[in-house]
């Protein structure tokens, strides 16, 4: 039995990380899916909580045959004790997915294999393309599974950060609600 970890802000999940997890499904039994930065919602970059995100992951995984598990991890200030956090926090795994390269370094480091996936169609599948796409009212459903647009619908999630974009612009949230 083979358990794997794959970390990610899913702000929103999109196809690139639905393809991602199409590939792991096919090395392991089981994955838990860390939701990192669980803390941040309601910015331009992290438009969407902790619990928004694991509904469009729960409803998204159920088209593949494998026990997945959802884990809010928040952020910490100190990156070398980061992995012993998610460790805390996680169901225990045999192998870590990322092409993030300081969670490739931090998970090396702590002895933790780390195995990388090619990138699917980075030019659009980028949650930084898909929230801009919201913001400017353009197409963004063909670019997450239909059970994260259900959600987003759901959530009114297009509202919410066409509305804290205005916010930025007016200059009034700054810090981390700034766009990419
Ligand atoms: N199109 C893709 N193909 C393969 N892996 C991807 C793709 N997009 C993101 N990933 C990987 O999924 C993980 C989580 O990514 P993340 O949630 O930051 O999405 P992102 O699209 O890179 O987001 P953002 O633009 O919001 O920073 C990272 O390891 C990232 O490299
Ligand atoms: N010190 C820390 O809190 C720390 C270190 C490395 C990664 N992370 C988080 O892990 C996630 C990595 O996901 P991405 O690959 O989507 O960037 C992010 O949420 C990031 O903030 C946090």
Redesign the pocket.
Same mark, same amino acid.
């Given at each position: 039995m083979t358990r794997g970890f794959y /970390? &990610? !802000?899913f702000q929103p999940y999109h196809n690139g990380h639905h393809s991602m997890v199409a590939e792991i499904a096919e090395d392991v039994d089981e994955l838990v899916l860390g939701i &990192? =930065?669980a803390g941040d919602s309601h910015t331009t970059h992290d438009p969407f909580t902790a619990g928004e995100r694991i509904m469009m992951l729960t409803k998204s995984l159920r088209e593949f045959d494998m026990t997945t598990y959802a884990v809010p /991890?928040e952020? @910490?200030d !100190? +990156?070398s004790v980061?992995v012993s956090h998610v460790q805390s926090m996680s169901p225990a795994f045999d192998v870590a997915y =990322?092409n +993030?390269p @300081?969670?490739i370094r @931090?998970f090396s480091e702590a002895g933790i294999e780390v195995r990388q996936s090619p990138m699917f169609n980075r030019d659009v599948l980028e949650g930084t393309e898909v929230r801009d796409r919201m913001i400017a009212g353009e197409d963004w459903r063909s670019l997450v599974p239909d059970a994260a647009a259900d959600v987003i619908d759901e959530i009114e999630g297009v509202d919410r950060i066409q509305q804290v974009a205005e916010t930025d612009s007016n200059g009034s949230s700054g810090g981390k609600g700034d766009r990419d």
């Open positions: /970390i &990610g !802000r &990192g =930065s /991890i952020d @910490l !100190r +990156n980061w =990322s +993030n @300081l969670v @931090l």
